[in-house]
């Protein structure tokens, strides 16, 4: 029996853990921006850490469900509200067949993740069912949910316990100024040494464009580059360079003015050079950002971010031991 | 009289006027219904229109044109 989507919020897409093996073909990976609230959001509820939820950004949708379930919360503060009255995040919670899941406005962060026991069970492209809007693959015919949509629901194991709640030690979240670790990359050499050193100094801004797809900041000194002769290929802009590949994280900064983070929905390639990389472990943080939250970046070496990266494995291992 | 309070539920900037070279929607003063547009929210490479969801006269702007905004944060205060 299907949720019902009375309202939709503002771009409440439905996403799993995303679709890796096929990034060579130019369809990102997608899947949940931060992708520990969403693993966190389903061992609350006792799906699998996969399973498929809500992801909804800055503002909540509102759900009639036609069957009782459980359901949790994480990610930004959006604070849940059953038939109006409150109810926690990060803390699983029954309800009934009839009631409806609302929200308040968004205290903190950006996205919250809204998982269903059972988990959301439209049909899989490509073996995910992340809403991928650009390439209208997956989640509800490859579009936000709107009003008027069924949510198919996938079968309960069993009546999962409500009020099952993590620590809030294991709740993590970006600090205020938020601070991204930067791994520099193979084109650091296209600025001058007095630019990167202003990079990491400035204070940043996430600008109000930023999306799944990329993250862009403003607000910092505009870049200096080398002088060169541009390579074949590449065109007469300095921040060009002869196309390459994107990875996730790489930060491009077109003409040398705004820094862009590539995230989820990211492009595979272009012909932008790109300063560096947000280590892995960071990732999550940008996607509960908020525009105009300051930002800084902070430059790592290798050694910093494989440590880092140990770390947030560290916390998912403790995740899943607190909900186990 | 009572005082009501429009607040937006997204964060991103706020514009009181539809484009660069027009007036704003509503000035402090005029009157306001139900469902009329008070500004707009850039946020993801779009704009959202916040509407009124009371009947009466515009008392004061708490925001102004191109201001950073956070969810529940009031707009506008609305006489009713």
Not at chain 1, 120 to 136: D, E, H, M, V
Not at chain 1, 154 to 182: F, I
Request: glycine share 12%; with cysteine; charged share 20%.
């Amino acid at each position: 029996m299907p949720v019902k989507v009375n309202t939709a919020g503002l771009a409440t897409t439905i996403q799993d853990l995303g679709r890796p093996g096929y990034y060579h073909l130019g369809i990102p990976i997608g899947g949940a921006m931060d992708r520990l609230a969403l693993r966190a959001a389903n061992l609350l509820v006792g799906n699998g850490e996969n399973a498929a939820a809500l992801e909804a950004v800055f503002m909540g949708p509102e759900l009639e469900f036609t069957e009782d379930a459980t359901v949790a919360v994480t990610g930004g503060e959006l604070p849940p509200k059953l038939d109006g009255e409150p109810r926690e995040t990060w803390t699983s919670f029954r309800v009934k067949s009839g009631q409806v899941l609302s929200f308040d406005y968004l205290r903190a962060g950006a996205r919250a993740y809204i998982a269903i026991s059972g988990g959301i069970a439209t049909p899989p492209a490509l073996g995910s069912r992340s809403t991928y809007a650009i390439g209208a693959l997956g989640g509800v015919g490859g579009r936000a949910i709107q009003p008027g949509d069924a949510l198919p629901l996938g079968p309960q194991d069993e009546a999962t316990a409500e009020g099952r709640s993590l620590p809030a030690d294991l709740r993590r979240a970006p600090g205020n100024p938020a601070e991204l670790r930067v791994l520099p990359g193979l084109y650091w050499h296209r600025i001058t040494e007095a630019s990167g050193r202003n990079f990491f100094t400035d204070s940043w801004k996430v600008a109000p464009e930023a999306d799944r797809m990329g993250y862009r900041f403003q607000g910092g000194r505009a870049l200096e580059f080398v002088d060169r002769e541009p390579p074949f290929g590449a065109g007469s802009d300095p921040s060009n360079i002869t196309d390459a590949c994107y990875p996730y994280g790489s930060i491009q900064v077109p003409s040398g003015a705004e820094p862009i983070v590539l995230h989820r929905d990211a492009v595979s390639g272009g012909g932008y050079f790109m300063l560096g990389t947000v280590i892995s472990a960071d990732m999550d943080f940008i996607g509960q950002l908020q525009p105009h939250t300051e930002t800084k970046f902070v430059k790592v070496n290798m050694h910093t971010a494989l440590a880092a990266r140990r770390s947030r494995a560290q916390t998912l291992d403790q995740i899943r031991a607190a909900l186990s | 009289m009572p005082t009501s309070e429009i607040r937006t539920p997204l964060p991103g900037t706020f514009y009181r006027k539809p484009a660069p070279d027009q007036p704003a929607y509503k000035e402090p003063g005029d009157q306001v219904a139900k469902g009329d547009v008070i500004g707009l929210v850039e946020v993801m490479k779009s704009f959202h229109e916040i509407r009124s969801d009371v009947d009466g006269v515009v008392k004061a702007f708490l925001a102004e044109n191109e201001d950073p905004i956070s969810p529940g944060q009031v707009l506008v205060e609305v006489e009713t």
